[in-house]
């Protein structure tokens, strides 16, 4: 406690993860007897790593800022220090996880937590927040652990965690912003398009109707004059010798009707694409209190359950049914975003 409250470095997560290897592990506290992970003399049975526990999250509820982590990391690592499904606290000492060959027998709980770290980020954390932590001990600031002691009561609706409201919020506003400007790009893209492609056809609009005010020794024609006078226009055309001034033109009913198919067709194929884009991100996300259970397999969400948005649909899973992540259409940025199975499958169908 003395480390955490006086030195930063002990309130990251990798500096965390060293205070326990150096003050818990190597200097052989006996987890095995502690925890009661095998039958020996109950008096040996004494929680005091689950108060090493208690005791960080006291302190961090007063200075909610100096942690780089959050309160579900200390739930992880409290579980799994009991259910020893992982082989880094079993033994009782160095020479006990030695003589097991646990190294090479088991896996660690620092590589599990380290492949899930975006779980455990605290995002009221500030880095540049060094000094000591001179926690106030008056009786009426000691809080009750209800993650700990009570994330199975089901009887009382329980809050939502801050830190998953500040972590979902900011997700979402990250990938609001990426979408802004990825669908900006495309409108400007957008404009640039259809500014060429009117330049295009006004320039072969203006060089029939020239063609024509030279060939029509009666008056000019407008081009834009009814279907009848186009009609006679191009069976006088078609009637006429080689000579004819429309003859050698480049430019013809013809190949204006190409353009504007042309333009027509790069129009559609444009639509389409903004609105691929669209529909590929989520702008309204699903609220995380109305989530009782995952869509998905059904697991109900407890206190330590962390609930996650699919960045394509909004909806919220659990970790096991959003374990995928893509690039989206509809980011500028391009970089993976986390995505539930079904629009992980979708996404990849539609894209080339």
């Known amino acids: ?40 003399d109950p008096k040996e049975v004494s929680p005091v790593f689950t108060q090493l526990l208690e005791c960080t999250w006291q302190l961090m509820q007063q200075r909610n800022d100096a942690f780089e982590f959050n309160e579900r990391f200390l739930l992880i690592l409290h579980d799994h220090v009991m259910s020893c499904q992982y082989g880094t606290f079993v033994g009782n000492c160095e020479k006990d996880r030695l003589d097991l060959r646990l190294a090479e027998k088991t896996f660690s709980l620092w590589g599990y937590m380290s492949n899930h770290l975006n779980e455990y980020i605290n995002p009221l954390y500030r880095p540049e927040m060094d000094e000591t932590i001179k926690p106030n001990l008056a009786p009426q600031n ?69 063609r024509y005010n030279a060939a029509d020794t009666r008056g000019p024609i407008e081009v834009n004059d009814n279907r009848y006078n186009y009609d006679r226009k191009l069976s006088e055309l078609s009637a006429a010798d080689d000579d004819h001034p429309l003859k050698t033109s480049d430019f013809s009913f013809s190949n204006l009707s190409v353009r504007i198919d042309v333009s027509i067709s790069e129009y559609n194929n444009e639509v389409d694409k903004v609105n691929e884009d669209i529909n590929s991100v989520a702008v309204e996300w699903k609220s995380l209190r109305s989530v009782v259970n995952c869509p998905t397999c059904s697991i109900p969400f407890d206190q330590i359950t962390k609930k996650n948005h699919c960045w394509k649909c909004g909806e919220v899973f659990c970790g096991r049914c959003i374990d995928k992540t893509l690039s989206l259409p509809g980011h500028e940025s391009g970089n993976p975003v986390p995505v539930c199975r079904q629009c ?9």
């Open 1 to 40: 406690l003395a480390a955490l409250m006086l030195d930063p470095y002990y309130r990251t997560i990798k500096g965390f993860q060293a205070l326990i290897e150096k003050d818990w592990l190597a200097f052989g506290h006996k987890f095995s007897d502690r925890c009661g992970h095998i039958q020996n």
């Open 142 to 210: 000691i809080k009750f652990w209800r993650g700990m002691y009570s994330r199975f009561e089901s009887g009382i609706h329980p809050r939502e965690p801050l830190e998953d409201l500040l972590i979902a919020s900011k997700d979402h506003c990250t990938s609001l912003e990426d979408h802004v400007q990825h669908l900006t790009k495309r409108i400007n893209s957008f404009k640039n398009m259809l500014s060429k492609s009117a330049k295009r056809l006004q320039g072969g609009s203006a060089a029939l109707q020239s």
């Open 344 to 352: 992980f499958r979708v996404v990849q169908q539609v894209s080339p």
